[in-house]
């Protein structure tokens, strides 16, 4: 049993990690990416490779995954910058369906849909992370890091110009700032953060496909977000507990064998709406959409 | 001296020419007021010099440099800042971050390590003192009244330190009690060197502070002129 909850936390501290990072950029920017499974898959992959053919350091493997997913989001970045809201949304989309199909098709490096087996788990100095509880601390480390970081950007005068942009962009560009750089930047780090998730995320499993990163699982750290509220950081991390937990609970309600997984999809959607209906604004959101 | 110059501007927009080989000069430290009927272009000559819409032909010169096909922010770097239309505050933030938000580092990574914090707060409050929003500092901006909105735009603008302030019906919407202070405000930018142009419909306002006169579509800068008592 105790093994079960420290493999949940670890599920809620991957997803977390994501709901952060995807955090700056949409409730603080109001970027409404749909993009971040994409930049968690690069780093994924990123670990993947260079664990199973190089046999890299763990660590080494996660900042590579850090650049790599930094990387591409500067690139994608430049062309998402030129849209606004739904046009916005639809770009990043196409963003992540290219990067699926890479990853499904790229067969000599990702092995295509048979994925990569035999990831190594981490180890650093001596101290291995093999072990459930001490995965779970990494996990837990990670998103420390990672929170930390974020308030320091979202209490700086970067992040309330981030939120400014949010609000009104016409109006913050007429006062001098070059609002592009600001996107590009915390897009950037955003992206970063969600290829250190990909990497743990790959390293956790030690086996990784296609399948872990197509379109809904960005549609799933989207609804983690809006859940938990929007430009709130702890509301980021109590929609991740709220959306894995959720589906754990109704495992556990006691619906016939054979209408079991219908209905708890059934109740799972009702549960979602009626949040939406009842608290707009999220667990604790600070910004309603 | 002439800070703003602009010379043969034009704009269409569809077959429609709001602003057409409109040419004039506008001195340092001087209110230009403009009036005309809606839909007359006036709103565009200030998207036009801010940088907001980009001209079909002519130019707009500020301080000696022509600034066509320059960016809103850059524009704004070279001192200029103006309010729009309809107010357009930061609604989801508090009145003090709408004001930090517009006068701190323009630097991307200056930015995230602020140094100059309390110079900034400084600037800031004395900002919203001056139109009587300081107590409402850590209310979010929504909550706010429409003539609220606008003095919140108007303490933007203050605390900005902008020396071209372009205002699009900045009396619009304020209680009477405010408008004098607002005047006042005007006044005391125009005595510290500041230039002004701002929109208005109230000729009783237009002809008590403003020195030149732009009555669209007419392309003439007009002199104000007043009693001798009222100068």
Known sequence: ?289 | MAIIEINNLSKNFGGVRPIDNLSLKINKGTITGIIGRNGSGKTTLMDLISGMVSADAGAVIIDGKIMNDKKPWTIARAGVARTFQTTRIFEQMTVMDNILAVIAEKNVFASLFEKDRAHYLKRAKKALMRVGLLEKENQMASKLSYGQRRLLEIARILASDARIILLDEPFSGVHPAMIKIVAEILQEMKNQGKTIIFIEHNIGLVRQLCDNLLFIPGKRLLPVCRPRSES
């Open chain 1, 1 to 289: 049993m105790a093994d079960y909850f420290i493999h949940l936390a670890t599920i809620i501290g991957v997803w977390a990690i994501l709901a952060v990072s995807l955090e700056l950029v949409v409730g603080y920017a109001g970027l409404p990416s749909l993009a971040q499974i994409a930049f968690c898959g690069i780093g994924a992959y990123t670990v993947a490779v260079l664990s199973t053919v190089c046999g890299a350091n763990f660590f080494v493997s996660i900042l590579a995954a850090m650049l790599a997913a930094g990387v591409a989001s500067f690139l994608i970045g430049i062309v998402l910058n030129k849209f606004r809201g739904d046009y916005y949304a639809l770009g990043s989309l196409g963003f992540n369906v290219i990067i699926f199909s890479v990853f499904l098709n790229w067969d000599e490096v990702t092995n295509g849909p048979l994925g990569i087996s035999g990831i190594f788990r981490p180890e650093f100095f001596g101290i291995d992370f093999y072990g459930g509880i001490s995965f779970l601390i990494l996990i837990l480390l990670v998103l420390g890091i990672v929170f930390v970081i974020s308030q320091f950007i979202v209490n700086s005068s970067f992040g309330r110009v981030l939120k400014a942009i949010r609000e009104d962009e016409e109006v913050i560009q007429a006062f001098g700032y070059n609002t592009s750089f600001f996107k590009s930047v915390i897009f950037i780090i955003s992206a970063a953060m969600a290829g250190a998730a990909g990497g743990l995320f790959a390293s956790y499993y030690t086996f990784i496909d296609p399948t872990s990163f197509r379109m809904m699982q960005s549609v799933f750290v989207l609804a983690i977000i809006i859940l938990g509220g929007l430009a709130n950081l702890y509301g980021a991390i109590a929609g991740s507990a709220f959306l894995i937990i959720l589906p754990e609970i109704l495992r556990f309600s006691g619906f016939p064998t054979d209408t079991a997984a219908q209905m708890q999809q059934l109740v799972y959607g009702l549960i979602l709406v009626l949040l939406m209906l009842f608290r707009p604004q999220g667990l604790i959101g600070e910004y309603k959409l």
